[in-house]
């Protein structure tokens, strides 16, 4: 195995690289100390294997649909038991506007033979679809007759998934049924084929996008998923540029004019230039021969891979808490592998400790996440809100910050911590080493303290990773998913020292097929079919290093607020000890120190003071802080 210096050594020509979403619901009771060593996947193994974990997201994503759907109806029947016709229509208006996966309702009352029916469009639906629909909803007026609760199997009318549901009330003949559209169902599939890296990815977008090996800078053809672990890509007309002094007015003249540049970015003496007419090797030959740089890469793209405080409401009882959140018991079955129920009697969460999550955005609007979000920042396009397109996003902040005790949706892991949401990758799910690195300096100097990063590459960018030096430098804790292409090779920057590196687990406290590893791995963390938060007021189920990685970004946060006199170095050396051992005992390639213990790190972290094994450091900071 080779060493991390010697990969970042390899690697260390090249610098800007593509982000890959890193995407990961099972539950197990299984002894973790019986977890046994995991010989990774060949190629058609880890295919197939990804195949499964894909149909087994799809499956508990259409569960997580239904169960959300009959809390709805719950509601409405409590809602509209005495109200009139114009204020039903009212609400029932107002919940197609958030929720536009309801098609269509009816609200029935056998009694007043009181039939509303509402659409959200005018479908056109053909005779056979039309025939299809009215046999399912005759099953459900049949059912609502008898007052039995009503959902029919998914069916496909024009190309596109339903379900029909429908529920009675108990006291009267009044009932409600909805069409519901499981378009979320094609969405997770389509997001899983590119976070699981099951096809080629990206594709060529506004500019032309290269892929080269990352050990050679050799150019090579990515035809399958599987290439992916051994590509990276980068905008072929761009190169980054990083001056030894700042360039004058002067210098950038002739530069643009020399190169025909289109445009031009900065952060620090960092440049990034796009040319009109120049390919990045010619690029590349100008600037070293012309200008003497201290380093130049290519532009690489990256892919996705309470009370006001919380403090007082924590206790020191080890009885688990068992959230009334609608998903937490049957689905969440991440959570109590980590202890977190536990864990919640130590800490909950502080407002004063920011989490930033540098990804697609976030979902501003959605319900289970109110209150819980800052005022971020879009770097793609910075006149508008760090809204999520993808998706991506959305799912790793309801992992960490998701309402909790709200009887809806799910938990997150941390009650109280606010979420800083930074859009650094675009409606592709990809974005550059200038948009990640950008993100980062942004949320650091925004009064995040910690940061998750669930996206990476495989080249080795100085440009990110002084980005990275300057969250580190800052005392902001940095936590990366490892990546989902079953590799032994490094990504970054999950593989940057200033890192806490995060593989995947499954619910038998093994490693996920599809995680990679490696020395550089710190711990491990559930990443397989977790429930969370998705755009359009909905929940998905999703399975990826990039669900592992919010579990540990969320313990930081629990951390920190509990005792906010450690330093990040200090937050992460607690993670990394006191973990549930698994694999080879001690530090493994797959599983780092272990998957994570909530209750455990919290215990050691201690509460007004530093622990005692972190007095020295502690003395010496309150020492530096009087000078």
Partial sequence: ???????????????????????????????????????????????????????????????????????????????????????????????????????????????????????????????????????????????????????????????????????????????????????????????????????????????????????????????????????????????????????????????????????????????????????????????????????????????????????????????????????????????????ASKGWNLSRGSKNIIVAIVDTGVDIDHPDLKGQLLEGYNVIDPGSDPMDDVGHGTHVAGIIGALVNNNEGVAGISWYNKILPVKALDKSGSGTTYSVAEGIIWATDHGAKVINLSLGNYADSEFLHDAIKYAYDRDVVIVAASGNDNTERPGYPAAYPEVLAVAATDQNYKRASFSNYGNYIDVAAPGTSIASTYPGNQYAALSGTSMASPHVTAMAALIRSKNPELTNKQVMDIMRSNTIDLGTKGHDSFYGYGQIDIYKALQAAGSSEAPLQFWPQHVQKQLNSVH
């Fill in 1 to 339: 195995m080779m060493s991390r210096r010697k990969w970042a050594g390899l690697g260390i020509l090249i610098g800007a690289f593509s982000v890959m979403l890193l995407l990961l619901i099972p539950r197990g009771d299984t002894n973790p100390q019986a977890s046994q060593q995991v010989s990774p996947l060949n190629p058609k193994q880890e295919q197939q294997s990804k195949q499964r974990m894909m149909a087994q997201d799809i499956a508990s994503t259409d569960k997580l649909t239904r169960v959300d759907t009959q809390q709805h109806l719950t509601t409405m029947l409590n809602s509209f038991q005495h109200a009139n016709p114009v204020t039903i229509k009212k609400q029932v208006q107002e919940l197609q506007k958030y929720h536009d996966h309801f098609s269509m309702l009816i609200w029935q009352d056998a009694e007043t033979k009181q039939n509303l029916q509402f659409k959200m469009n005018n479908y056109s639906w053909n005779a056979e679809d039309q025939k299809q629909l009215n046999h399912y909803l005759n099953q459900s007026k049949i059912q609502m007759q008898n007052k039995h609760f009503y959902e029919s199997p998914s069916f496909q009318m024009a190309g596109k998934q339903y379900f029909v549901m429908s529920e009675a009330a108990s006291g009267n003949d009044k009932s409600v049924t909805v069409l519901i559209n499981q378009k979320i169902l094609n969405e997770v599939a389509k997001h899983q084929k590119k976070n699981l890296r099951m096809i080629p990815y990206p594709k060529e977008g506004k500019f032309r996008v290269e892929s080269i090996h990352p050990d050679t800078l050799k150019e090579l053809t990515v035809e399958t998923g599987h290439d992916n672990e051994n590509a990276s890509h980068y905008y072929e007309n761009e190169i980054v540029v990083h001056f030894r002094t700042e360039p004058s007015r002067q210098d950038m003249n002739t530069i643009m004019s020399d190169i025909k540049a289109v445009s031009s970015r900065k952060i620090g003496y960092t440049y990034i230039f796009r040319s009109g007419v120049m390919r990045y090797e010619e690029l590349k030959t100008y600037f070293q021969k012309k200008w003497s740089p201290q380093y130049v890469e290519p532009h690489f793209l990256y892919l996705t891979n309470e009370n006001a405080d919380g403090m007082d409401s924590a206790s020191n009882t080890t009885v688990p808490i068992v959230p009334n959140d609608l998903l937490f018991a049957k689905y969440q079955w991440n959570l109590p592998a980590i202890e």
